[in-house]
């Protein structure tokens, strides 16, 4: 999003062609991921990744 408006395209129009709201992504673009909850996603994944792969002992 902001490299389309930094070549002057407006968010609104981007979003409304992507067809996402606006109010769902000013709350993200306010409150973004952290870099604690980024870590935590990645070991949750790579768990869910373990245990997929060997039930038994993942």
Do not use: F
């Not at 070549?7 to 109010?23: D, F, G």
């Not at 993200?28 to 038994?56: C, G, I, M, S």
């Amino acid at each position: 999003m902001s490299e389309l408006a930094a070549e002057n395209i407006p968010v609104a129009v981007s979003l409304r062609v992507l067809k996402l709201s606006r109010q769902p992504y000013y709350r993200w673009l306010k409150h973004q991921v952290t870099d604690a909850e980024l870590v935590e996603a990645y070991r949750a994944n790579a768990l869910l990744d373990a245990h997929r792969d060997d039930p038994e002992y993942g």
